[in-house]
């Protein structure tokens, strides 16, 4: 378990502290995809808990419910979503906070996130879904899973903040790229700077974290939400909730019982992953593939992190054919 998880946090470490001068000479090495950025799902919005929350919907059938990560939206999924909305009812919401959702005044901590999606599933008057996920979206599925075993009858993740890479003994367990990131990104000062001041999560992280230069239509996607220094919370609140050194006990403790619940439950479950990777490389599958009864995998190709807008078609195809066989 040692070498996987420092496998793990290496993996993540050497993606997350890449210059650009090295991602773009990474990037130059591997043919350039062409992924559309046009967005032509619809948009809508429900009323959640006193606000408001926007998401995407096509499709006619049973519910897929997909939910993203920081720093990105719904729009993550859009070419991923018309592979399975031919024979399922598809749905991705921007998490409260993020993309066109509204901005409450709360402290977007996990459990007010998990509140929220609740809420949005219960607004929805969603039933028996399979839920597709990605970074802290997957920790949210996870967990919702967990909370509602009766409700979720399908689960599809990828590049999760899960186990193994999660939770880390210290920042210096982590490597000093990785662990002085985040003890930078959970101290108040210098995280305040890096995040709400510098918009970190959006222009540096998000496009190092993809093989390919992002088009304006996909800028204007992914940053619009985040043009103040208060609208940029909840990027911030998503770092400070990855769980170190026993802290914040509450996502010690989130951690845990995603991972006991993966051991326990008997659900249908698809791991995409791509190569490198960064919080799942090929290296981590293993862990899944031992603890997750009815686990299958699915490898799409080269990627880094935001993998939707690497390899789209590849993630479309894996979901909808483990879907007609699941």
Known sequence: ??????????????????????????????????????????????AVLGSTMSYLEEGKGDAVVFLHGNPSAAYL??????????????????????????????????????QYLDAFIDALDLTEITLVSHDWGA???????HRHPEMVVRMAFMEGVLPPAFPQAS????????G?????????????????????????????MINRPLGE?????????????????PTWMWPREVPIGGQPESSVQLMDDIETFMGETDMPTLLVYAEPGVLVPPQAVPFYSSLIQDLETAFIGQGLHFIQEDQPD????????WLRRN
Do not use: C
Not at 189 to 201: I, L
Not at 217 to 233: C, D, F, I, N
Not at 314 to 321: H, N, P
């Open 139 to 145: 920790a949210l599925a996870w967990d919702f899973a």
């Open 77 to 114: 999924w859009r070419n991923v979503m018309p592979f399975v909305s031919t024979t399922h009812r598809t749905i991705a919401p921007d998490l409260i906070g993020m993309g066109h959702s509204g901005k409450p005044d709360i402290g977007y901590t996990f459990a007010d996130h998990a």
């Open 217 to 233: 239509a996909a800028k204007a996607e992914y940053g619009t939400p985040y043009t103040t220094v208060e609208s940029r919370l």
């Open 1 to 46: 378990m040692f070498n996987l998880i420092k496998t793990t946090s290496l993996a993540a470490a050497a993606a997350v502290s890449l210059t650009p001068a090295f991602a773009q000479e990474t990037s130059a090495k591997l043919p350039t995809p062409v992924i559309s950025e046009e967005l032509t799902i619809e948009r809508r919005q429900v």
């Open 171 to 178: 920042y210096d367990a982590m490597g000093e790229e990785m």
């Open 314 to 321: 590849a993630i479309g195809r894996a979901i909808s054919d």
């Open 180 to 208: 002085g990131m985040f003890r930078a990104l959970q101290d108040f000062e210098q995280g305040y700077q890096m995040v709400m001041e510098g918009n970190m999560f959006v222009e540096n992280i998000l496009p190092m």
